[in-house]
């Protein structure tokens, strides 16, 4: 599950043209959801069933809480520092008047993916060493409740003097504002948003994206207490089925929406997370077809490593100069465009870059190379 998730990651961010995507392959404009809007919560829920994992078999090593938790914050503080440098990871070599330090280096963007990733790791992992299972599911409860309550009727005042609560607008909200006040427009993916710039990994709304992961841990914590395959899938439809009703019942008070991350879009994405995975169980362990995973057992063996030599050589596209364009730009008009219609081109740059990837990734694992941060 973790490596289909995260070559649809790959594949939905590097289109041939991001103006000719196919709407699948596309987030929703603002609220509601699309195929590509459950990529990121899936794999945050994937990371909480992997703490659950992870901490059993340190456990079983003879680690205590102490030791396992600095390890995890070692770890956070290297994945926050692999997103800035992805940041950084960029010079415009076709505008001579181009100032890397000024353009990248003083305009950082704080919050990002693997930021993101890191930081609900950290929590995630603590409430697995320090909270029983009850205790998990309050504080998944709770977090959504808190931000909830927070976004709703805490006031704040916008940079006009007006003084708003309770939006849920792209732009004129209370966790923008937080990200605005606090990081400020030149450290924002949505530096331009008006009345507020934002991002959408921001700081409040990842009080939410712990709760997915939180529901990751809990899910974790019921397939090491079951061992029969058969009734862990049928127990993780049932519970996908309730979280699929409550979110779609929440959903006209609070919408659903991926770059808030509100508790609705948790209840959904949390559902078909875990119908996805007793699907892939059901599929894998009980019927025994399996020949279809291999391509994805090799992306998800190694998961940052997909990340970061898809992030790096994304930008390497860019960066090459072509004359006026880039090496990307080239190679959809120049090798694929001429051939094929401007949509399916486009995703047929995806598909190349993902089987690029897939040749790399697929030397890393005949070679044991496994990259563990």
Known sequence: MRGLTITAMILVNNPGSWSYMYWPLKHADWHGWTPTDLIFPFFIFIVGMSITLSVNAMRLRGENNVSILRAAVIRTLKLIALGWFLVLFYYNFNDPTFNWFDERLMELRVMGVLQRIGLVYMVALACSLYFKPKQIAATFILLLVTYSALMMYMPYTLPSGEIVKGLWLHGNNLSAWIDHTLLGASHVYYATAQPLSFDPEGLLSTLPAIATALSGVL??????????????????CGCAVACLVVGYLLSPLIPINKALWTPSYVLLSTGLAMFCYALCSYIIDIRKVKL??????????????????????????????????????????QVLQPYFDNYLASLLFSILFLIVSYMVMYACYKRNIFWKV
């Open 219 to 236: 899910c974790g914590l019921y397939l090491i207490s079951e061992n029969n395959l058969q009734r862990q899938i049928n127990r993780l």
């Open 292 to 333: 279809w995973s291999a391509p994805f057992l090799v992306f998800g063996a190694n998961a940052i490593l997909f990340f970061m030599f898809a992030g790096v050589l994304a930008r390497i596209l860019i960066m090459i100069p072509i004359g006026e364009q880039s090496l990307k730009g080239f190679i959809y008009t």
